[in-house]
């Protein structure tokens, strides 16, 4: 198995003819069903069993989260939640915050697992286009949420290449993602540009 691979010229008012960069390509998304079923093929737990347990880790990892605490998972890494707001003075020029809300989970994976990786074998896959069928709603929310990360701006064009859509493809879904609040649309139509909400 090899993670998949392709070259792409930047955008952008910094791009030149000359330069690439290469970006992995996602081969799909694992639901929490379909990886309950690999665990219990690997383990003497059963398939529900997994699940319980995953939904309960995940429901514990988003108190200690809302706690403002640290997730530290051994062997997988570190969780831990990043914030934005609005920072505005009162009449007496005091710092005052507003709008505060959690921006996203920051994600810093440990030594261990980057070890176990070491050995990871890589194929380039030129990006044809493929079927809009074959991209889940959580592939389209999470090349979205990676790549609007940390304030971040992406066209649509970049949005397209990383999931192998056509132009028009890639427009009416991030379309649909705007409308759900999850993005949010930068620029005029000639120009427009995306940002994780």
Not at 84 to 101: E, I, P, S, T
């Amino acid at each position: 198995m090899s993670i998949y691979y392709d070259f792409y010229r930047p955008t952008g008012r910094f791009s030149d003819d000359e330069s690439y960069y290469v970006r992995a390509l996602t081969r799909e998304v694992k639901t929490t069903a379909e990886l309950s079923e690999i665990i219990q093929a690997r383990t003497t737990a059963t398939t529900s069993d997994v699940k319980v347990v995953l939904d309960a880790l995940c429901a514990t990892m988003s108190e200690e989260l809302l706690r403002g605490n640290h997730v530290q998972i051994d062997g997988l890494g570190t969780f831990g939640a990043s914030m934005r707001g609005d920072v505005v003075r009162d009449k007496l020029g005091r710092l005052q915050l507003r709008n505060a809300r959690v921006h996203h989970v920051r994600f810093h994976p440990s030594n261990a697992l980057m070890q176990r990786l070491v050995d990871a074998r890589f194929a380039r896959q030129p990006h044809g286009h493929r079927p809009a069928q074959e991209v889940s709603r959580e592939m389209l929310i999470e090349t979205a949420q990676r790549l609007g990360s940390d304030g971040a701006f992406f066209t649509t064009s970049e949005y397209a290449s990383e999931l192998r859509l056509t132009l028009s493809t890639a427009r009416r879904r991030l379309k649909g993602l705007v409308a759900e609040g999850l993005l949010t649309q930068f620029g005029t139509r000639g120009r427009t540009f995306f940002r994780w909400a």
